[in-house]
């Protein structure tokens, strides 16, 4: 990410890891309305600049801006400090920032919308520039949703039906004009929620929000609710300081998840969508006394790169991203056992964050406990060995999973 400076007359864009040196060109004072943050777009990987020369993967970000508002051009000066762009390529002057990729055949007009509502027609980043001058107001609401009929809560290709989508279709068709919507988090295929958080940004800061989730909910199907919609609290000091709004995302400093299982014998058919078969989900009849064991060893602060999928994959592209190492540490304040009566528990877990399946990954490594097939020092050698054995642990089905709530200060 990046955040903006203003100094001796000229602007510059902070990168992730510091400022960039460069000679800078002197200009006018900057007016009001030029002196704020301003970001620009990543720059893609392989992307070839006006002058030709072809900038490789571990580009980066472009490391800052200098904004001339006497002729309003803007002049990027592509700098190389290696931990932003290992290339090792030689400052260079360009014209302009690159713009927004043209769209392909293939690309959706969904996707199209998507993207020039985050970037200008010069590739800056649009959303951050309308909230800082007023033009727009961000928003936050509560989101409930059946994650049956769902291919997970984000977008996907090929029209596929997802949470996101449904939010967004609701919100452009109120309002005429495509809206964006950024959650929290993701959740898989078939995962369920009561108290997902996502923000999104509106022109009209006095907007009648009971009106506004009324119509949201008429419009959307019944298995996707919007509750205890508001203005978004400020800005952290953090973010102030880098001139960032306040993130659904950036600002969770916490969630609930729970895992519904049913221990007993045979199932009620009217639980099969929101609740897992333990002895099913296993691949055999389990020891429940073994699961209160074995949970409290996932306590703690700890690397859960062993419990979650794609740790590789996504290293190396944040890495090539210029955003350095990919932190696979994470804390689980506390994981507990509710019996509910009739075979039904539920499993408890409050953290301060999730990677991608890990939730889901660590009742499946309980289960194989459960089930007889490990020990439970298992627990500490995925740990300890940041490796799972997935032909012995599974991940726990997705219907059984629910997020509970996101956690934030200043907002319920």
């Not at 002057?93 to 990729?101: A, F, G, H």
């Not at 221990?263 to 006394?289: C, E, F, K, T």
């Not at 064991?293 to 419990?307: E, M, N, R, S």
């Amino acid at each position: 990410m990046l955040a903006a400076v203003v100094s001796g007359g000229f602007t510059l864009l902070r990168g992730a890891v510091g400022l960039a040196t460069a000679t800078a060109v002197p200009a006018p004072p900057l007016p009001s309305h030029v002196a704020m943050p301003v970001l620009c777009r990543a720059r893609p990987r392989h992307q070839r600049w006006p002058n030709g020369s072809i900038v490789g993967p571990s580009a980066g970000f472009i490391s800052h801006l200098a904004v001339d508002p006497s002729s309003a051009t803007r002049v990027l000066r592509v700098c190389t400090p290696s931990t932003i762009a290992p290339h090792g390529g030689v400052e260079e002057d360009l014209p302009r920032s690159t713009p927004p990729r043209s769209t392909t055949n293939n690309e959706s007009q969904q996707a199209k919308a998507r993207r020039e509502a985050r970037f200008d027609e010069e590739g800056e980043y649009r959303v951050f520039r309308e909230l800082l001058e007023g033009k727009k107001t961000r928003f936050v609401s509560r989101v409930m949703y059946d994650g049956t009929n769902y291919k997970g809560f984000q977008l996907q290709g090929h029209g596929l039906p997802t949470v996101q989508g449904v939010l967004e279709k609701a919100l452009s068709t109120r309002f005429q004009t495509y809206v964006p919507v950024v959650a929290a988090g993701r959740t898989d295929t078939g995962v369920h929620s009561v108290g997902q958080a996502v923000h999104f940004d509106l022109p009209n800061a006095n907007e009648d929000l009971s009106q506004l989730a009324y119509s949201m909910n008429q419009m959307m199907p019944e298995d996707v609710r919007v509750w205890n919609m508001s203005v978004a609290p400020p800005s952290s000091p953090w973010q102030v300081e880098k001139g960032w709004p306040w993130s659904s995302m950036l600002n969770a400093r916490g969630k609930r998840y729970s895992y519904r299982l049913f221990v007993g014998p045979v199932m009620s058919p009217l639980d099969r969508l929101y609740r897992a078969h333990a002895s099913q989900a296993a691949g055999s009849p389990i020891n429940v006394d073994l699961l209160y064991q074995t949970i409290p060893k996932l306590v703690g602060k700890h690397d859960f790169a062993g419990f979650s999928n794609e740790v590789t994959k996504r290293a190396t592209l944040k890495k090539e991203d210029g955003l350095g190492e990919f932190n696979t540490v994470r804390t689980v304040y506390s994981a507990e056992i509710i019996d509910e009566g009739g075979g039904n528990i539920r499993l408890d877990f409050h953290l301060d964050g999730a990677l991608y399946r890990m939730v889901r990954n660590m009742v499946g490594a309980l289960l194989a406990v459960a089930a007889g097939r490990l020990e439970p020092e298992v627990i500490d050698e995925i740990f300890a060995t940041r490796v799972r054995d997935s032909r012995l642990i599974y991940a726990a089905p997705a219907h059984g999973l629910t997020l509970d709530t996101v956690l934030y200060d200043g907002y319920g």
